[in-house]
């Protein structure tokens, strides 16, 4: 069945839920019936409902979509709007059970006036109000369903969101609704009322959720593949809507699609908010997705002079996994990569994956890994790691996620150097030959650092190509996890995981600025699935005093992503340069995040240089 937000909880539970939240402040909660009220009367100027808690009686609409799984319910509409832009003439009403009204049904609905937060409270979403516990009566069958309101490009204002009020933690809920001029306004102002959308750009793929992000305006931010690029936390791209479908799996298979390609055709249905992005077309018609033929990247070949050093996440790799999936992600090394010399791996787990019985060693999945390599026609690849402290690394429990170093040994020798273990760090000092060395190689970097605790460690090497030392960093910072969707109710949103990230970049910048300070002109290469943009103040940390360079800034502003979330195309993977790194070659290897079909959510990255 399609991805939906659950709604068990009782929507009394919930009504006074919200209230205990202040989302709906001002308002009552008691019992009170308020009869002879219309839809727009429910939704209101801002985005709670003026009657929140309220018995409502005879409230009256066309019948515009049924959800028969998930989330069970009906979308009803008033064909008799208002002449106030700011009121939605649409409403869900909740059943729980399997609804008995179909579209085009008139009817009378008698109950409960809430407000539904996806997610939770805590989550920051916005919330849905709705009718709960209701009484319906049919009053007639077949009727026209009201016509729905275009959404395009030129409907969508530029603007995001409001500033959110001061005086309500940065929350916008009480502000009264501007739909004319930011977009979160005009969708809100549309919540629950039948919508179309014409021919769209595929802006995010299809997922095993069932569901695709398209956007209503080609123009805004585009890459040269098909998507919408992120690149600022003012450049939200407001045309981006997700759709689904309303029709069940069994009945009518999701499409696929992958970015730049279309959905054409119209896509008509109510406009819901669910808590993964946000605003929805919940399509009763669904267009139909034209294949444009987006095609799986590669990168150049490194010359014999030339370095070529990449990073990949490859999400959660283990023993366990089908061998289907090592082949595909040692192909993507041979094919799409060229063959590195040096990669960088993020998500690699221990040898029995998820089993959490303090297993910490990943040679197996290695030598998997790297035995699906050579038989791709690749390199005999060579690795070095340190094993994790069990179930301190965070990740999967159990799966012990670390970063590891394949290296090429034909071209590229490792100086293995002391006994590095998890709770140990490297450190810096001036080498034999007067340059830097680490003390541990391969090393973790300051592992007791407060910043690190339940995350990735950054697993630090020394690497010699052509008789020139190269320092290689790899990281897999702090995930995203507990931040606020761009579709907050708190405007900006909240982004607290970037608190944690914002310390583990200081650390990393701290050491790098350790090895320069033996050798100016030190090659030091820091990359990995940083989490956070080119943009952020992650990365703005990692550079601190020009230590660091973010090399994907080189790439014009179209290139710039390795990551697709919610129609979003953004950085989340880099490679950071030191001064040393005069001259380099950067490409974002796009070979995952575009597509339905994946062998991890990520893309990879290249750089090629002449140390």
Do not use: C
């Amino acid at each position: 069945m399609p991805s939906s937000i659950p709604r068990s909880a009782a929507v009394a539970a919930v009504v006074s839920a919200a209230l205990a939240a202040g989302l709906l402040a001002g308002s009552s909660a008691s019992a009170e019936t308020a009869a002879g009220v219309r839809i727009h009367d429910i939704q209101g100027t801002t985005r709670t409902s003026p009657l929140v808690g309220k018995q409502v009686t005879g409230v009256t609409g066309i019948v515009t979509g049924v959800r028969t799984y998930g989330s069970r319910g009906f979308w009803i509409q008033d064909p008799q709007a208002d002449d106030d832009a700011a009121t939605s003439e649409g409403l869900f009403v909740f059943t729980s059970s399997v609804p008995t009204v179909a579209v085009g049904d008139a009817v009378s609905v008698n109950g409960t006036v809430g407000e539904y937060v996806p997610g939770g409270l805590n989550s920051g979403n916005q919330s849905l109000t709705q009718l709960s516990r209701p009484t319906v009566t049919v009053l007639s069958s077949g009727n026209p369903v009201p016509a729905p309101v275009t959404i395009s490009g030129f409907s969508v204002p530029d603007a995001y969101a409001p500033e959110g009020d001061p005086a309500a933690g940065g929350s916008i809920n009480g502000l009264a609704l501007e739909p004319d001029t930011y977009a979160l306004d005009y969708y809100e102002s549309l919540e629950g009322t039948n919508v179309r959308i014409g021919s769209s750009r595929v802006v995010g793929a299809s997922t095993e959720h069932a569901e695709l992000w398209v956007t209503v305006k080609p123009w805004e931010n585009p890459s040269p593949r098909g998507g919408a690029v992120y690149g600022s936390y003012t450049a939200q791209n407001t045309g981006r809507l997700k759709v689904q479908s309303l029709t069940p799996l069994a009945q009518q298979p999701f499409p696929t699609a992958n970015v730049g390609d279309w959905l054409a055709g119209p896509s008509e249905g109510p406009l819901d908010f669910d808590q993964f992005g946000g605003y929805k077309v919940t399509a009763r018609t669904l267009g139909t997705v034209v294949d444009r033929g987006l095609e799986r990247e590669s990168t150049e070949k490194q010359h014999k002079n030339e370095l070529a050093v990449a990073t990949y996440n490859v999400e959660n790799l283990d023993p366990s996994d089908p061998q289907e999936k090592f082949d595909a992600l040692a192909a993507a090394v041979v094919d799409n990569l060229a063959s590195p010399d040096i990669l960088a791996l993020e998500e690699i787990q221990d040898d029995n994956g998820a089993k959490n019985d303090g297993t910490v060693a990943a040679g197996r999945t290695l030598k998997k890994f790297t035995d699906a390599i050579v038989a791709a026609g690749g390199p005999a690849y060579e690795w070095r790691s340190v094993d994790p402290v069990n179930n301190k690394d965070g990740g999967e429990p159990g799966g012990n996620i670390r970063q590891v170093f394949l290296f090429n040994p034909e071209r590229v020798s490792f100086a293995d150097r002391g006994a590095g273990d998890a709770t140990t760090a490297t450190g810096v000092v001036r080498g034999e030959r007067g340059g830097a060395a680490l003390t541990l190689s391969p090393g973790r970097i300051d592992p007791g650092n407060t910043a690190w605790e339940n995350s990735r460690k950054p697993l630090a090497g020394e690497f010699t190509f052509r008789g020139r030392t190269v320092f290689v960093i790899a990281n897999h910072f702090g995930s995203k996890g507990g931040d606020e969707s761009l579709a907050s109710h708190h405007q900006p949103p909240v982004r607290s995981s970037e608190a944690k990230r914002l310390l583990q970049a200081q650390a990393v910048n701290t050491f790098v600025k350790d090895i320069l300070a033996v050798e100016k002109q030190a090659d030091v290469l820091v990359l990995g699935d940083i989490n956070d943009f080119e943009f952020s103040e992650t990365t703005k940390a990692l550079t601190e005093g020009g230590a660091l360079y973010p090399a994907v800034k080189s790439l014009p502003r179209g290139e710039r992503y390795s990551y697709v979330f919610q129609g979003n195309s953004q950085v989340l993977d880099q490679i950071l340069t030191s001064p040393g790194v005069h001259h380099f070659e950067y490409d974002s290897v796009h070979i995952n995040a575009e597509f339905a079909e994946q062998n991890s959510d990520h893309d990879p990255q290249v750089l090629r240089f002449r140390p």
